[in-house]
């Protein structure tokens, strides 16, 4: 087991202080000799992760990733998921004939809105590095209250389970990935074992889970999002991840924006603190400079010279998704966090 202080990650010399309204112009002067002005607002207002999304697959080169599925696993419009492969011909499971590793992630949004398919710079960023990605939806309010979620995520690794190895995953390496709401999201699955179980899935096909700028300690409820969709819970305390800690969880990657005003990094902070106390496998990192939006946006074309969490985040999952069980975990590294 090796321990590590926690330390923030120096700001990018290309990208200083926030993404926040400096990047937003970048892309909108990018973008604004195609759109116009006006169209530049519209699409900024309506759907900003819609824009980015265009932005980034207006810069990917070569077509790197193809859709192998495309699903809805329940009634309502929000239960669907879509499953991308990389394309490389060393890559390629249809061209290889060998099996990837699978990330399923899980937007944003409050539980309130957004849709997975918005987010398919996620696919064109991590498919290309060796594995399969799948971006799974969920029902939102006010059809989406708790536990609407966890049991959606449950029912998309079930869909996993049964139906990627014909497309080239390997379900028995997966591994949760999430941003903000869709952070609490995974981490919760990955940490209350009885979600998979009741989807009849064992907890073993679960190699790790990657939080992004997730809340994981909010009781008291004291803002509307989460009263509207936590506050009917008859044991409040059971909805919060900090709950459901133990030493045999799967190892977990934490990320944050050191400026994050939206869910405060002592979110992270306080959940890496009681996964090390009970010596459970957890790497966290505070990123210096970027907020709430900007740590997904690091994920996206053109915000990835800033690599600072990519480069963690594919370092976790290089690790966690390896061969040998028993070495993925021991390398998975420990982190104490200070006061």
């Known amino acids: 087991m090796v321990t590590m202080p926690l330390l923030p990650l120096p700001s990018s010399t290309r990208a200083p202080g926030t993404i926040g309204a400096g990047g937003w112009i970048g892309l909108g002067l990018f ?34 990733v193809r859709a192998v599925a495309s699903h809805a696993y ?45 987010y398919s710079f996620i696919a064109r960023t991590l498919a290309p590095l060796g594995y399969a990605v799948v971006l799974a939806g969920y029902r939102l309010h006010p059809h989406g209250i708790y536990p609407a979620m966890l049991e959606d ?19 028995a390496k997966i591994v949760l990935m999430g941003h903000s709401a869709g952070a609490y999201n995974a981490v919760m699955l990955a940490l209350d074992r009885s979600w998979l179980a009741q989807a009849g899935l064992s907890h073993d096909i679960l190699r790790g889970a990657i939080g992004l700028a997730g809340p994981y300690d909010f009781l008291p409820l004291d803002d509307p999002v989460t009263i509207a969709t ?7 305390a059971a909805t919060q991840p900090l709950s459901h800690v133990h ?42 400079g970027i907020g709430h939006e ?12 800033d ?14 998704t390896a061969s040998d069980v028993a070495d993925a975990r021991s390398s998975a590294m420990v982190q104490t966090v200070g006061a």
């Open 153 to 171: 995520g449950a029912e998309a690794m079930r869909w996993i389970a049964r139906e990627a190895p014909a497309l080239g995953g390997d379900a």
């Open 31 to 64: 973008l604004v000799g195609g759109l116009g002005l006006a169209g530049i607002r519209t699409a900024m207002s309506r759907n900003p992760v819609a824009l980015l999304d265009g932005v980034d697959r207006m810069l990917a080169v070569g077509g790197a």
């Open 74 to 118: 329940g009634p309502d419009p929000a239960q669907k998921l879509r499953m991308f492969v990389p394309t490389a011909s060393d890559l390629d499971p249809a061209k290889t004939g060998r099996a990837l590793p699978i990330v399923m992630f899980i937007h944003g949004g409050g539980w309130m809105d957004g849709d997975p398919h918005d």
């Open 230 to 236: 936590f506050g009917h819970a008859d044991d409040p």
């Open 307 to 320: 690599r600072r969490a990519l480069d963690r985040v594919a370092g976790f999952l290089a690790r966690v």
């Open 294 to 305: 900007g740590l997904i946006m690091r994920f996206a074309r053109p915000f990835l010279h």
């Open 247 to 288: 030493g045999n969880a799967p190892p977990v990657l934490l990320l944050h924006g050191e400026r994050d005003e939206r869910v405060a990094p002592r979110h992270s902070l306080a959940l890496a603190r009681t996964l090390a106390g009970v010596g459970a496998r957890t790497e966290t990192h505070v990123i210096e």
